[in-house]
């Protein structure tokens, strides 16, 4: 019954800026952490960030360290991706996951997922 859409992806070009949203249905939104992974063809899919319940606390990959934020807004049951500075190495189908309990970089410890959206950065 949990729910999670992504929205937000698409084809822009190095240097340029995307943020990528998550809706989520289904669970008591605030009782979640929320991740971002990523997974570009012929690769594993990769831990990119993750945010508490209560946005306090917050984990990046160091690949999108420094260019990426993570956040939330619980009163629209929706986390978000801010993603800067996007580099041809970003383009991967960006998923969203949602976990009971704390933040984790480690992918089996997240329930649901969503179907993911597409980021294609050329350069």
């Known amino acids: 019954q949990v729910q999670l859409v992504e929205s937000g992806g698409g084809l822009v070009q190095a240097g340029d800026s995307l943020r990528l949203s998550c809706a989520a249905s289904g669970l008591t939104f605030s009782g979640y952490s929320m991740a971002w992974f990523r997974q570009a063809p012929g690769k594993e899919r990769e831990f990119v960030a993750t945010i508490s319940w209560n946005g306090d606390s917050t984990t990046y990959a160091d690949s999108v360290k420094g260019r990426s934020t993570i956040s939330r807004d619980n009163a629209k049951n929706t986390v978000y991706l801010q993603m800067n500075s996007l580099k041809p190495e970003d383009t991967a189908v960006y998923y969203c996951?949602?976990?009971?309990?704390?933040?984790?970089?480690?992918?089996?410890?997240?329930?649901?997922w969503g179907q993911g959206t597409q980021v294609t950065v050329s350069s």
């Open positions: 996951a949602a976990r009971r309990g704390g933040t984790s970089r480690y992918l089996p410890n997240y329930n649901d």
